[in-house]
């Protein structure tokens, strides 16, 4: 008879960090093993990320760290200390939708909206940097993003649309 | 709040011998912790009391790896964890049966003792002969038959199962949020197992991310909080991980199909005959519906004969089948289009001609009894092979191109379950104007809701803003089944325009009888009532809702159809029958075996478009599930325990594989139709496994009897069609003696070891939290790390991370070393490019001076990862990441982590990603993209470690994947790379099965000088070896 083993270890400290967040500063305590997902969700209550893996594999969790896209879910809070996150949340401006917001909304970009806010974050990257991007350059940016419901076309559509307005 | 967390079996099949929660209750901030005896009720209801086999949790017997064994709820998810960590349980296992072959195999052990059974391990069994199906195949002039098989599927929603139950002690009732597509299921099974009474349950309403069929079966998560919330008196919430979602989350069914089909000399089908084994899984949820679909298009889809029906529902150690969108049709057309191929082919025919010939109009009564009112399916045909310009492509590809096309039908509105026959909705109008509407269907993404609002607004004849809908909610909104089985639009949408009706009869009353007039002479339109014989007297809408306050009305919407017969499953399963065509067109990459496809044209007949932007989104994703299910989509098992657990080896669609998809809806406006339409979200999967296959089987000219068409198949295929057979004789060369002797040793040695394995295999890290510490100096950083037994070096994390998670590290501290001077720059030497160790992938690419100097690494590391990865991985981190071998990553006892007394499942298992060569006691490849690249370039690592530094080339880096020679604590600082030589030039080539994907074999090459001449040639590979090769 095999028995299983039974070593839970635990130990963890907290750190105190300061963050940017949407603009606004915050001076936070976060465990050491927290993720800046795990303290936008439940130390913010910034519910906007969403955790679909927890590895850095569906790209649900990106958030815009000192402007470029990264998996929140796989970032230690406490080693980003003094940096600036930007989240879904932080795309509105006084309840006006941002540009891309608004193009996903028109081309029905998302279904259940799970992928959304990640998939947001990652073209809002892409937009910020390149005002014109190639289709190739989309795909480049969003190949870290899945969206298991639009098969993308609408999205694609979406991020063109509003790299042409802008 | 209180925090669930579940303990799963680690066996496929194995007694429980003991269970001793008490261990779990004394951890501290743990609250309670149940298994199966704390339910009151009885089992599952699920497809029904003759196949219901399963209780709230395991009981006695564990019958699949990752079924839930126990629970414990605490204050927090760190203490339920731990809680559960602590449980005391002992296991007798025994040998699985994890494949329909090992079930029903002569002495197969038996997962089910029941009275009932047919035979051992079988759950049902069909044989249905509509007609003389015997003798159409002795009249029939040409016959054509073959295997086909494929596995299972997961629907992969990207929003793993959560819910929260909350019991009020003081009322007696409970009231659930949960992502569920049907909260008409979850009541009725809660009611079963918690033993409380219907009217207790409530369901509320909740954003759901994703259901695709994933979400509409018994809720095992949701049951184990509702009776924590019960037993505790307090909130219960319980999230799935990735991994739990993949091990016990619900899943399609695998199969098996002999399919004959018997055609005469002008290829009109005069008989179809299907013989199939559905993998049922551990647990019966949906297992026959798959046989029904089976049996479905194998007698409907186009003209048929007459049909014959043999199937087995079979019993397997593995995780219990649910549903999943298509509920089995993409398999069983796919074999059926395989052959209508086959026959066109065979009797000379266009394979669209022949399609034409013989598809299904309106009027058929099919051998199934189906009675086909409206039908498109020509009009889908010609319009999908126009748009993917047939004509002009067919057999006249360039060599590995091809192009497919194939149909598909689907019930709309279908009577297979008793409760799904009818619909409720209501509208609820209040004194401003506004509208609610309340459903029990969910909308999971489907965009239902809008679609309801709609159907509601235009039966009123207004504009859908003052219309909102509420949905799930079991208290506010009245019965129906929920969003399953393509229903919502035809028969909620039905019960919606009802309502509608009934809100304006409603009003209409009550108008006369303050205008003093018969209700009939009260006129409704467009939001307004008027009196038809006193123009002066109109009351909008509007002003309606002021003057008579809050109105509630119901409207109901019932299939008027009979039951098909239960034995044959003949009769009128809809009310309406959707069809569709796909054509698709690929190219093969004749090197790898990998399929891009290129084009896809869908046309379906949806009857009415209500919602042109959610129909659209619904096709395009239905195609591209249909795409994975083609390609990439399998579970791959282990002795019935799924290894293939995450998001990068089970491969969904990025992305970067959507091809070109052209829609087109064929408008037919069926009768009964909600203003006409047809059930077209769900079946756009339905037919694009098929026309994908066939569009591969016109590429290389082989068809394929196996699911999904991996790089691997294909490989395979073309090699046998050229009569190409690597030369694989290993042990004729010298380095792999060694290995090839072992490899021939390994089947007697690998069950002795396993068994071994289980008495000294090592446990695996459990940590949850961890201390982090961040380093701003060398020394700093090296003196953390030699202070802290089994500490690590973080760089970006993004292998780190998800490694503490699977099980795979264990550190009890991470040191952060991005601030220490000069490890995020890179600077010149004399003779280098010195590239600091925590240097980001993206941070290289960017750079100008490695541009300047190494494009080809630029161009290289491109190729690593997805942008957000990039733009944290770092430098060194790449090099010292992980192996990714399935086995040792899905917590398998392997060589690698539990020690030497453990065997690599590699060697006999599935190792199609593994080393090819050189591959010792552990064969997993190291798939660190810079280890070829910079151990061409000549780089070496400089490392530094208590008072010593050390210059490691990158050669000699490794020991054995995801193995450094470095100490504990030693740290990398930079990595130096030669500057050029004259008339030098680098470039890394990587085959992944998917860009971003770890590499299925890359090459670094690295020549100096001239096109004339080479003089000096170096070439490194990556993804074949343990080391770079
Ligand atoms: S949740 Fe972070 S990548 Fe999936
Ligand atoms: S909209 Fe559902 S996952 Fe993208």
Redesign the interface.
């Given at each position: 008879?095999?028995?299983?083993?039974?070593?839970?270890?635990?130990?963890?400290?907290t750190?105190a960090v300061s963050l940017s967040v949407n603009g606004v500063d915050r001076k936070l305590v976060v465990?050491?093993?927290e993720?800046i997902a795990d303290v936008l969700r439940d130390r913010l209550d910034l519910r906007g990320t969403?955790i679909?893996?927890?590895?850095?594999?569906?790209?649900?969790c990106?958030v815009l760290?000192d402007g470029?896209?990264?998996?929140s879910?796989?970032?230690?809070a406490?080693?980003v200390s003094e940096s600036s996150v930007v989240t879904v949340e932080g795309l509105a401006r006084e309840g006006e939708l941002q540009e891309l917001q608004q193009a996903f909304m028109e081309?029905?970009a998302?279904?259940?909206?799970?992928?959304t806010s990640g998939m947001l974050m990652?073209a809002y990257?892409l937009l910020s940097q390149q005002r014109k991007p190639s289709d190739e350059a989309?795909?480049?940016?969003?190949?870290?993003?899945?969206?298991?419901?639009?098969?993308?076309?609408?999205?694609?559509n979406a991020v063109r649309d509003a790299a042409a307005r802008s | 709040m209180l925090y669930c967390a579940i303990l799963r079996s680690p066996h496929a099949a194995a007694d429980i011998l003991n269970i001793d929660l008490t261990p779990a209750l004394a951890v501290s901030g743990v609250v309670d912790a149940v298994t199966v005896d704390d339910f009151s009720g009885s089992r599952y209801v699920n497809y029904g009391p003759a196949y219901s086999d399963r209780h709230a949790m395991a009981k006695d017997k564990v019958r699949f790896y990752g079924e839930e064994v126990a629970a414990v709820a605490a204050e927090s998810v760190q203490a339920a964890w731990l809680g559960v960590r602590a449980i005391s349980i002992g296991y007798k296992e025994h040998a699985a049966a994890p494949t329909v072959e090992a079930a029903l195999a002569a002495g197969a052990p038996d997962i089910h003792p029941r009275r009932d059974k047919l035979s051992s391990n079988v759950v049902q069994s069909v044989d249905v002969q509509l007609g003389d199906t015997a003798g159409a195949f002795d009249r029939a002039a040409l016959v054509v038959e073959g295997d086909y098989e494929h596995g299972v599927v997961w629907p992969v929603c990207m929003e793993t199962n959560a819910a929260v139950a909350s019991f009020d002690r003081a009322t007696g009732k409970l009231e659930v949020w949960c992502g569920t597509q049907a909260p008409f299921f979850v009541r009725k099974e809660l009611a079963q197992v918690i033993g409380l009474e219907l009217k207790n349950i409530i369901v509320r309403s909740v954003a759901i991310g994703g259901g695709f069929g994933g979400k509409s079966q018994a809720p095992e998560q949701i049951a184990i909080a509702a009776l924590l919330s019960k037993r505790t008196g307090r909130p219960v919430k319980v999230v799935l991980s990735r991994d739990e979602e993949y091990i016990a989350g619900k899943s399609d069914h695998a199969k098996r199909m002999s399919l004959r089909t018997a055609v005469d000399a002008e290829g009109n089908i005069l008989a179809r005959a299907v013989d199939a084994l559905v993998d049922n899984g551990a647990y019966t949820h949906m297992g026959p519906v798959y046989v029904s679909a089976v049996r479905q298009r194998t007698a409907n889809l186009y003209r048929v004969g007459t049909a014959g029906i043999r199937a087995k529902l079979v019993y397997t150690n593995k995780l219990p089948g649910g549903s999943y969108r298509g509920m089995g049709a993409p398999g069983i057309i796919w074999a059926i289009e395989s052959q209508i191929d086959e026959i066109a082919e065979k009797l000379n025919l266009d394979p669209v001609d022949y399609r034409l010939r013989i598809a299904n109009q309106a009027g058929d009564v099919t051998p199934l009894g189906w009675k086909i009112t409206s039908c498109g399916l020509s009009e889908c045909l010609t319009k999908a092979a126009e748009r993917i310009g047939w004509k002009d492509k067919k057999g006249k590809l360039p060599p590995y191109r091809g192009i497919g096309i194939a149909s598909m039908i689907h019930p709309s509105g279908s009577v297979l379950y008793a409760e799904g026959n009818f619909s409720n909705i209501a509208i609820e109008l209040h004194p401003d104007g506004r509208m609610t509407v309340f459903t029990q269907t969910a909308d999971a993404g489907t965009w239902q809701n809008t679609v309801l609002a709609q159907l509601v607004a235009e039966t009123l004849g207004v504009t859908m803003e003052g219309i909102s809908v509420v949905h799930m909610d079991t208290e506010l909104g009245p019965d129906d089944l929920g969003s399953a089985a393509s229903r919502v639009t035809f028969v909620t949408g039905n019960a919606a325009i009802a309502a509608g009706k009934n809100l304006v009869s409603k009003l209409r009353e009550r108008i006369a009888s303050e205008w003093g007039i018969g209700a009939d002479e009260v006129k409704y339109e467009a939001g307004v009532f008027s009196n038809a014989r006193d123009k002066r007297r109109e009351l909008t809408l509007p002003q309606a809702a002021q003057r008579f306050g809050s109105l509630r009305v119901e409207g109901r919407y019932e299939i008027g159809l009979e039951r098909p017969d239960p034995i044959t499953g003949y009769g009128n399963y809809a009310a309406a029958y959707a069809f569709g065509a796909q054509a698709v067109e690929v190219e093969v990459d004749r090197g790898t075996g990998h399929v891009t496809i290129l084009n896809i044209a869908s046309a379906q007949d949806v009857g009415r478009v209500i919602n042109p932007t959610a129909l659209e989104g619904q096709t395009y994703g239905g195609i591209m599930q249909g795409v994975g299910m083609a390609l990439s989509e399998d579970v791959v098992f282990e002795n019935g325990r799924p290894v293939n657990r995450s998001l990068i080896n089970y491969r969904v669609p990025r992305i970067r594989d959507t091809p070109n998809i052209s829609i087109d809806f064929i408008e037919t406006a069926d009768a009964l139709g909600p203003f006409g339409a047809k059930a077209a979200g769900e079946p756009t999967i339905n037919a694009t496994v098929a026309a994908v296959a066939n569009a591969v089987a016109d590429a290389v000219g082989v068809r394929f009897h196996k699911l999904p068409i991996t790089p691997e198949a294909v490989l395979a295929a073309i090699r046998k069609r050229n009569q190409q057979q690597p030369q694989l004789k290993p042990y004729l060369r010298a380095y792999n003696a060694e290995i090839a002797t072992v490899r021939k040793l390994y089947p007697a040695m690998f069950p002795v070891m396993k068994k071994a394995g289980k008495y000294l295999a090592q446990p695996r890290p459990q940590v949850r939290e961890f201390e982090t510490a961040i380093a701003n100096t060398l020394d700093d950083a090296i003196a953390q790390a030699a202070a802290t037994e089994g500490s690590r070096f973080l760089g970006g994390g993004t292998d780190l991370l998800p490694g503490i998670r699977q099980g795979v590290y264990g550190p009890s501290k991470l040191i952060s070393y991005r601030g220490v001077p000069g490890v995020r720059e890179i600077v010149t030497t004399d003779t280098a490019v010195r590239v600091g160790a925590a240097v980001t992938i993206n941070g290289l690419i960017n750079d100008e001076l490695i541009l300047e100097k190494f494009p080809g690494l630029t161009k290289g590391a491109s190729l690593i990862a997805t942008s957000q990865i990039r733009n944290r991985a770092t430098v060194a981190g790449d090099l010292c990441q992980e192996k990714r071998c399935w086995f040792f990553r899905s917590a398998t006892p392997c060589y690698r982590f539990s020690g030497p007394a453990c065997p690599c499942y590699a060697v006999l298992g599935d190792n199609r990603h593994h080393s090819i060569l050189g591959a010792g006691r552990c064969a997993a490849p190291c798939v660190a993209d810079l280890a070829p690249m910079l151990s061409c370039l000549g780089a070496e690592v400089v490392t530094a470690g208590s008072g010593t530094t050390r210059r490691i080339p990158v050669e000699q880096l490794y020991v054995w994947a995801g193995e450094t020679v470095l100490n504990p604590a030693e740290l990398i600082t930079s990595i130096e790379i030669p500057k050029p030589q004259a008339r030098s030039a680098f470039h890394y080539e990587k085959y992944a099965r998917w860009q971003g994907d770890f590499a299925e074999a890359s090459a670094a090459v690295r020549l100096v000088g001239t096109a004339k001449r080479i003089e000096e040639a170096s070439i490194v590979l990556g993804g074949v070896a343990p080391k770079p090769a």
């Open positions: 008879m095999a028995r299983d083993s039974k070593t839970p270890t635990s130990k963890s400290g750190t465990g050491q093993h993720s969403k679909g893996c927890n590895s850095g594999e569906c790209g649900a990106t760290l470029v896209a990264v998996c879910c796989v970032t230690l406490a080693t081309h029905g998302f279904q259940c909206g799970f992928c990652s990257a989309i795909r480049t940016a969003l190949q870290g993003n899945i969206c298991r419901c639009t098969g993308y076309v609408q999205i694609l | -």
